[in-house]
């Protein structure tokens, strides 16, 4: 990326500048007082200065204070400093960097335990710099006993003793107590506020539900219809999909034919029966979605969606159907399946004989239709809620269950269906194609969670060019595969097709130089991703991290805006497109609020295990995913993404929470809500 470009730039001349000179133009002396407190004081030569503590990452180093070791004494929060902090846009760094005014003095708050075995040492990381060059500094200190003023010295030990190792790191953001085995220790919390010591409990309180209090708001249950609403369509269209594939577009006349000629004398009954078949359809898909979420749950399911093993497994998977509708090969279930399905419809009677009948259908048809199947309950299960892939599997039934019912009712218009041939081969290769495009979706999602890097944003949009570009060039008759048949001339469909397939390629081109294709925000990698982006509508989060964000909001008096996402989140990047992008929402957001993304997917690794009880059960949070995901479960009652919810410095909601919804003046009323009563 262009930014990780100038920071390495950036970094190299501040090399050059260390080998190229030899001054210091940061003195340290540090130092007792009376009261228990280090004293962190600096002589800063005239034209330098040092960068504040709370920076976000990717910019410059940070001041940051780190304890190696701690002995007979605690930490009381954070070192802090009343000396003013000045703020600026640094183009360098594509961020606003603060700096301190002057030569300021931190000071760190000790409370001594055993003055007998007292011992500190550690180390200060900064970076210092002037209109010129700039220069990476590391001091180090270390006190005894002996440093200790008489009024320290004489304390008597406390009862029960615990020698902890604290890293207070602002750079990373990172913080943890450990004992001498390099164990957590417990009860530990580190200030990040420049105001002094912050109580265990107020990271409790900001941790505590709040779930009462969002439902007196009221919440935008209007976005989660909608979503709902959104995935039976979705599924809906891929059933009518499923339809035109050559798994089971041959089967609505062979059985619609069946169930007339089964009773003809009695047509009524005929179309009972195709009903019912239809009904039986919709049923299985049904318990199909229900199964699905009562194996796995909501969380899991949108764990799932996010694994790496299972996204690499899908990817792996729509590649072979590609390549199977390619025509390599034909991928078809056991015969003795469909077989035995077959002889229990023959040999039972009436409802029974019909249900067997259609899991035939299900089964016979599941070269073409697993896939499909497969994507949607894959954007069911994002959704996080246990009704979703039941909504999705009852649209998709519905959708091929339709046919067989109105067939039976009109049998005149099965003379009016296209007859099988060429055609189904050719939908079937263009559903090859389209595979072959969301397999990359899949791979992306898990290079995204894991931070592989290897699939960016302008690798995918190449890919996917590629894809429709040879898809529009099949459309056409210039590539043909093994098993089609012979083209003589190109119809009016196929070259309205190959239009759309050309047009969707040429579309995407401009992603390339970083433009935003908010038609299709929902699929590639975003936009940080990409190397070279000419784009900057972007809304950044400042944090990903919530209490280091709810730390810095409350230091700088500002709201907070809470965004539950996901690196495969498919709706968290169309609301980013779409609403984010606009002008006004982005300046509300960027200029009085203090955004935090927390990406449920994170794979990266906590420092330890966390056992938490949740339902009577107790549970294990491994990744930094786990950690946000179980914020938003316990504090908001919600498990969904994307989530938003505004909040003031004490971690109260200030508006209703809001989910997937598109409306951009609705959004712009939300902010201002938030804002209004924060103020108040």
């Not at 400042?542 to 409350?554: E, I, T, V, W």
Request: glycine share 8%; hydrophobic share 45%.
């Amino acid at each position: 990326m262009k930014k990780c470009f100038n920071i390495f730039i950036f970094l190299l001349f501040v090399c050059l500048s260390a080998f190229s000179q030899t001054q210091e133009p940061v003195k340290w002396k540090i130092s007792f007082n009376e009261t228990g407190e280090i004293l962190f004081a600096t002589s800063i030569t005239s034209g330098w200065h040092i960068y504040g503590m709370d920076l976000p990452s990717g910019g410059p180093n940070p001041t940051s204070f780190i304890f190696e070791k701690i002995e007979g004494s605690q930490l009381s929060g954070k070192p802090f400093t009343s000396t003013k902090l000045k703020t600026e846009y640094d183009d360098l760094f594509g961020m606003s960097v603060s700096w301190y005014i002057g030569n300021p003095i931190f000071i760190q708050k000790l409370k001594i335990t055993d003055p007998e075995h007292f011992s500190i040492s550690g180390y200060i990381d900064y970076m210092s710099c002037n209109d010129e060059s700039c220069m990476v500094g590391k001091e180090e200190f270390a006190f005894s006993k002996k440093d200790l003023p008489p009024s320290l010295a004489s304390i008597k030990p406390e009862a029960k003793e615990q020698k902890t190792a604290i890293l207070a790191d602002t750079e990373s953001g990172e913080r943890r107590a450990e004992n001498g085995e390099g164990e957590i220790a417990s009860g530990e919390t580190i200030d990040l506020t420049n105001e002094g010591v912050k109580e265990t409990e107020n990271t409790s309180e900001l941790w505590a539900p709040v779930i009462d209090e969002l439902r007196k708001y009221g919440t935008d249950g209007s976005s989660e219809n909608k979503s709902w609403l959104g995935i039976f369509l979705l599924c809906f269209g891929g059933g009518f999909v499923a339809l035109l594939t050559p798994c089971v577009w041959p089967i609505i006349p062979m059985t619609v034919s069946f169930f007339l000629k089964r009773s003809k004398s009695n047509r009524k009954k005929a179309v009972t029966d195709a009903i019912t078949y239809g009904l039986s359809i919709m049923v299985i898909y049904l318990v199909l979605g229900l199964l699905i979420t009562i194996l796995f749950g909501a969380s899991a399911l949108n764990d799932l969606a996010t694994n790496a093993l299972f996204n690499l497994l899908f990817f792996a998977l729509l590649v072979l159907f590609a390549i199977s509708f390619f025509g390599a090969f034909e991928l078809t279930l056991p015969a003795s399946w469909t077989t035995k399905m077959d002889s229990k419809a023959e040999s039972t009677t009436g409802l029974i004989s019909i249900f067997f009948m259609a899991f035939t259908l299900v089964l016979v048809s599941f070269s073409c239709t697993g896939p499909i199947i497969g994507s949607l309950l894959v954007q069911a299960a994002g959704m996080g809620n246990i009704i979703g892939p039941a909504i999705g599997m009852f649209g998709f039934g519905l959708a091929l269950a339709i046919p067989f019912a109105l067939f039976a009712i009109f049998p005149s218009w099965l003379q009016n269906l296209p007859k099988s041939g060429g055609w189904l081969n050719s939908v079937k290769v263009v559903l090859g194609f389209l595979e072959l495009a969301l397999a990359l979706k899949f791979l992306s999602v898990a290079d995204l969670a894991y931070g592989w890097r290897l699939l960016d944003r302008e690798v995918f949009l190449v890919l996917w060019i590629i894809i429709f570009v040879l898809l529009g060039l099949y459309l056409l008759g210039k590539i043909r595969f093994s098993h089609d048949s012979d083209l003589k001339h190109v119809g009016v469909v196929r070259l309205f097709l190959s239009i759309l397939s050309f047009a969707f390629a040429v579309y995407m081109v401009p992603g390339l130089w970083g433009a935003p294709l908010k038609a299709i925000s929902a699929f590639p990698p975003p936009l940080y991703t990409q190397d070279f982006n000419l784009y900057d509508g972007e809304v950044h989060p400042q944090f990903r991290d919530y209490d280091d964000g709810m730390a810095y909001a409350k230091k700088h008096k500002k709201p907070v805006m809470i965004d539950f996402t996901g690196f495969g989140c498919v709706n968290c990047r169309e609301m980013e497109a779409a609403v984010w992008s606009d002008p006004r929402v982005k300046g509300i957001i960027d200029n009085d609020y203090v955004l935090i993304s927390l990406y449920v997917d994170d794979k990266a690794k906590l420092p330890e295990t966390v056992e938490i009880e949740e339902y009577g059960k107790i549970s294990k949070l491994r990744t930094i995913g786990d950690k946000w995901s179980y914020l938003q479960r316990y504090k908001f009652g919600a498990n969904a993404q994307p989530f938003y919810v505004l909040l003031d410095n004490d971690g109260k909601p200030l508006a209703p929470s809001r989910a997937y919804n598109k409306n951009i003046e609705e959004y712009i009323r939300f902010l201002k809500e938030g804002i209004t009563q924060y103020n108040k």
